[in-house]
């Protein structure tokens, strides 16, 4: 199964588990390219810190008025029912999902191979692109997503899409979409390699998984 030919959506959230989801970005990944995105504000569920506003631009009254991420649920089960999620760091954004909905609906299990289909009811595995260049790339000085975008030459592509799907304001990083754009362009930019254009979705689950064990398992399910 080329990494290619099924879709792979990249998220990105703003907002803490003390104030809730209070923007999303979504940006998928088909063919070799951005097909799709989607963005939008959420209400806030607690209190938006100042420490936080500083960094990702956000203040209650920013969305006081919007409805909240909690209405999105059928968005992100049917996009996890197509293909897996994405992120850079994913922890961060599956721990911010769990925390409004536990489970996805049954989903299929693409760290398998086609031989081995499965089904899962859960929002992962990830590929993580934060892992991903850790362990293909272990000298990097720094595994931030804009320095990553710096180093491997993509700012200007990644502000040419930001150009066209974020929303005014929203161009920069830590707003939801661009961060969203800026990790799918890291995954991209691997695949343009040539020692890597023939990575499958397993092998890229693979290696987004930290844990030794989950590794091992994933690889195990993999040869039967």
Known sequence: MRWTDTP???????????????????????GGRVTETRTRLCRATGRVRAEDSAVHGLRADTVAHCAPFADEFARFAALRETGPLAAHYAHVENSLLKSVWPYPRASPDFSRSEKTPGAV????????????????????????????????????ELDALAREHCPPGRARYHAALYDALAAALLLLALGRRQEFAAMSLPWLLQMSTANPAKRDTLRQDDLF
Do not use: K, M, N
């Open 121 to 156: 009811i859960d929002w992962g595995p990830w590929i993580d692109t934060g892992r991903l260049y850790a362990e293909i790339f272990p000298g990097l000085e720094s595994g931030r997503l804009s320095s990553l975008a710096a180093a491997s030459g993509l700012q200007e």
């Open 8 to 30: 792979i959506h990249f998220i990105d959230f703003e907002g803490s588990h003390a104030s809730g989801i209070l923007e999303f970005g979504v940006a998928t990944l088909l």
